[in-house]
T-cell receptor
Framework: DAKTTQPPSMDCAEGRAANLPCNHS???????VYWYRQIHSQGPQYIIH???NNETNEMASLIITEDRKSSTLILPHATLRDTAVYYC??????????FGAGTRLTVKP | GAVVSQHPSWVICKSGTSVKIECRSL??????MFWYRQFPKQSLMLMAT?????????EQGVEKDKFLINHASLTLSTLTVTSAHPEDSSFYIC??????????FGPGTRLTVT
């Protein structure tokens, strides 16, 4: 299964864009990249997913490099409620989601 | 997004007893469900994959006789922690796969074994 690498922590000012990077250099051609976040003591919340093209929804944008070896999750206008642990996951061949350590994003006023 | 529920949300049990945790997909049929556990300040660890009507597939190091999984219908999977011990205290989370691309997580069940 492809593995992902994320920085352990990041800070972001409230109202600014939060850009969370993820490396997945061993990703296979048909594997999707998913992003989830987890707020303390809750289940993970789906944010967005993509294969090759950039994606955008009401929560975030996902930018995937042309070689697909890395991606960036963008929260365009971070709020205090976006403080959470963000997980970048490459979905496995059996559709299983294996979580890495994630990035702890702290949005500061 | 789709809703996945878990019951109970928290449970305290005595060492040696068994605890059953339910995971339901409320508005879609889930052919596959996944069970995770999460220890404090750690990430989620996949325990097993559960397919409706068949035996669960357990990850390496997870005791199948201790963590009994039943996926009897397309909307319900259960995890039973048998003969629970304090080291089994953890946050247990299930997820359900709906369509080819969607996978949603439940709110989790916090188990404390005294």
């Amino acid at each position: 299964d492809a593995k992902t690498t994320q920085p352990p922590s990041m800070d972001c000012a409230e109202g600014r864009a939060a850009n969370l990077p993820c490396n997945h250099s061993t990703i296979s051609g048909n594997e999707y990249v998913y992003w989830y976040r987890q707020i303390h003591s809750q289940g993970p919340q789906y944010i967005i997913h993509g294969l090759k093209n950039n994606e955008t929804n009401e929560m975030a944008s996902l930018i995937i490099t042309e070689d697909r070896k890395s991606s960036t999750l963008i929260l365009p206008h971070a709020t205090l409620r976006d403080t959470a642990v963000y997980y970048c996951i490459v979905r496995g061949p059996n559709n299983d989601m294996r979580f890495g350590a994630g990035t702890r994003l702290t949005v500061k006023p | 997004g789709a809703v996945v529920s878990q019951h109970p949300s928290w449970v305290i049990c005595k060492s040696g007893t068994s605890v059953k945790i339910e995971c339901r997909s409320l508005d879609f049929q889930a052919t596959t469900m996944f069970w995770y556990r999460q220890f404090p300040k750690q990430s989620l660890m996949l325990m097993a994959t559960s397919n409706e009507g068949s035996k669960a597939t357990y990850e390496q190091g997870v005791e199948k006789d201790k963590f009994l999984i039943n996926h009897a219908s397309l909307t319900l999977s259960t995890l039973t922690v048998t003969s629970a011990h304090p080291e089994d205290s953890s946050f247990y989370i299930c997820s359900s796969r709906g369509s080819a691309y969607e996978q949603y997580f439940g709110p989790g069940t916090r188990l404390t074994v005294t």
